[in-house]
């Protein structure tokens, strides 16, 4: 049974950081891509940023190009979205998922976790 939990969500104040963690489990880790996605109330679910199951190749959304940093660590399962210069619409619930190929759309995924809260207060 895959299993995807996320942390270090918060509240934080416009101009700081966060670090996001997603551990995986259930499924071989360094075999997949893996994304952050994140959906606002009231909007649809967006891309944020994907790693290849290497790590060699990323991509991001450009609304938050610069300001975030996708990782991975094979040996612990786990991949990490660090955000820095946090604007306050930012704020949404943020999700990792498991993806076949290093892609954009949501449809790409296969295994989604239950989110974890990020609010960017101005």
């Known amino acids: 049974q895959v299993q995807l939990v996320e942390s270090g969500g918060g509240m934080v104040q416009a101009g700081g950081s966060l670090r996001l963690s997603c551990a995986a489990s259930?499924?071989?880790?360094?075999?997949?891509?893996m994304g952050w996605f994140r959906q606002a109330p009231g909007k649809e679910r967006e891309f944020v940023a994907a790693i290849s199951w290497s790590g060699a190749s990323t991509l991001y959304a450009n609304s938050v190009k610069g300001r975030v940093t996708i990782s991975r660590d094979n040996a612990r399962d786990t991949v990490y979205l660090q955000m820095n210069s946090l604007k306050p619409e930012d704020t949404a619930v943020y999700y990792c998922a498991v993806g076949r190929v290093l892609r954009v759309g949501a449809e790409s995924y296969d295994y989604w976790g239950q989110g974890t809260q990020v609010t960017v207060s101005s």
């Open positions: 259930g499924l071989p880790f360094s075999s997949y891509a």
